[in-house]
């Protein structure tokens, strides 16, 4: 069964609203219709008010999306560094600073459970 969930990452800011990815088998989408020029990494926190911590790979790389168009709609691929997290926030970034986007982004977050 899948979940879709809107993650928005509002006008001049880097990071989305929180969303639920429990239970997440390690597939999904994230359709992006729009977007400023960064990386689309993620934050995660076991608790929706907590503290959200960039998720890295067992070698210490940001878990990202890299060559995201500006304003090409395409779907990518969850990393699957995500499986395991439930709450996670989208973050626009570059080399690990935030990239404030130009707009307000709206993306379709579907994943697998």
Not at 11 to 18: I, K, M, P, Q, R
Not at 89 to 112: C, I, P, Y
């Amino acid at each position: 069964m899948a979940d879709e969930q809107t993650a928005v990452i509002q006008n001049g800011t880097a990071e989305s609203n929180a969303i639920n990815l429990k239970p997440f088998d390690g597939s999904g989408l994230v359709l992006i219709t729009a977007w400023t020029a960064a990386a689309l990494a993620f934050k995660a926190c076991n608790t929706i008010d907590g503290t959200f911590y960039p998720v890295r790979s067992s070698a210490g790389a940001l878990a990202e999306i890299t060559n995201i168009a500006a304003n090409v709609p395409a779907w990518f691929k969850l990393p699957a560094e995500l499986e395991g997290a439930q709450f996670v926030k989208l973050w626009s970034e570059t080399a690990g600073v935030d990239t404030n986007q130009g707009a307000t982004r709206f993306m379709l977050v579907v994943a697998k459970g």
